[in-house]
């Protein structure tokens, strides 16, 4: 396969819910408006750190698209989708953007806090 070299984002990030790398700058979100099939979704104009899968054809709500399914570099894990193409004139300024799918992408205010409640060395020795 290959060396994976990963770019880290300065600033609020949006990251993969399974590995935690890095996948797009909040600056760089367009719209917080989209659905996907499995619930709600963003608009990027930009991604890192994805591998984007081969073209196809899909009838969106919004019509008809060539999109390419993205995929964590890091863990493989599909995460969104790029729009290659908009068949519909009004749809044209999503091309080259990306979506992530808010169930699968964690931003950088998210957080996960581990307390160990264990009784350590120390406390058992105050007892």
Same mark, same amino acid.
């Given at each position: 396969?290959?060396?994976?070299?990963?770019?880290?984002?300065?600033?609020?990030?949006?990251?993969?819910?399974?590995?935690?790398?890095?996948?797009?700058?909040?600056?760089?979100?367009?719209?917080?408006?989209?659905?996907?099939?499995?619930?709600?979704?963003?608009?990027?104009?930009?991604?890192?750190?994805?591998? =984007?899968?081969? %073209?196809?054809?899909? /009838?969106?709500?919004?019509?008809?698209?060539?999109?390419? *399914?993205?995929?964590?570099?890091?863990?493989?894990?599909?995460?969104?989708?790029?729009?290659?193409?908009?068949?519909?004139?009004?749809?044209?300024?999503?091309?080259?953007?990306? =979506?992530?799918? %808010?169930?699968?992408? /964690?931003?950088?205010?998210?957080?996960?806090?581990?307390? *160990?409640?264990?009784?350590?060395?120390?406390?058992?020795?105050?007892?």
């Amino acid at each position: 396969m290959g060396r994976i070299f990963v770019v880290d984002l300065e600033g609020r990030t949006y990251k993969c819910k399974f590995c935690k790398t890095h996948l797009a700058l909040a600056d760089n979100l367009v719209s917080r408006t989209f659905q996907s099939r499995r619930g709600k979704a963003y608009l990027f104009s930009n991604a890192v750190n994805i591998s =984007v899968g081969p %073209r196809e054809d899909r /009838m969106m709500l919004s019509g008809m698209h060539t999109v390419a *399914d993205i995929y964590c570099c890091c863990c493989g894990q599909i995460v969104g989708w790029k729009y290659e193409a908009a068949h519909v004139k009004s749809q044209k300024y999503k091309e080259g953007k990306f =979506v992530l799918e %808010r169930g699968r992408i /964690m931003d950088g205010l998210d957080s996960e806090f581990y307390i *160990d409640t264990r009784p350590s060395m120390s406390d058992a020795e105050d007892a």
